[in-house]
């Protein structure tokens, strides 16, 4: 059993900044990737940011030099900083961990609630 648990969704200004926060529980053995990814209404749930287990976060190219995710072990909590918000940044924003619960076991994908990002113009 893996649990994601986001906060840290609003509604901000065009220009402004939020983070995203998203604590992992659960006995994991390893975790493959985390990322974060977003789907606005009738469109499909888009990549965001994916931080491979011991590499560099990846971005959609929309969003490449105004988010930036990170992950702090210790907490097991993995973090999305968005900077300089544009109206079409606005969709529910869903935490992703790819990771398997025993030696030897899938890796399965495991999904936080969504928290929703509103940025008015």
């Known amino acids: 059993q893996v649990q994601l648990v986001e906060s840290g969704g609003g509604l901000v200004q065009a220009g402004g900044s939020l983070r995203l926060s998203c604590a992992a529980s659960?006995?994991?053995?390893?975790?493959?990737?985390q990322g974060w990814y977003r789907q606005a209404p009738g469109k499909q749930r888009e990549l965001v940011a994916v931080?491979?287990?011991?590499?560099?976060?990846n971005y959609a190219d929309s969003v490449k030099g105004r988010f930036t995710m990170s992950g702090d072990n210790a907490k097991n909590t993995i973090y999305l900083q968005m900077n300089s918000l544009k109206p079409e940044d606005t969709a529910v924003y869903y935490c992703?961990?790819?990771?398997?619960?025993?030696?030897?076991?899938?890796?399965?994908?495991?999904w936080g609630q969504g928290t929703q990002v509103t940025v008015s113009s």
């Open positions: 992703n961990e790819r990771a398997r619960t025993r030696f030897g076991g899938p890796a399965v994908d495991y």
């Open positions: 931080l491979p287990s011991g590499g560099s976060a």
């Open positions: 659960g006995s994991i053995y390893n975790i493959n990737s």
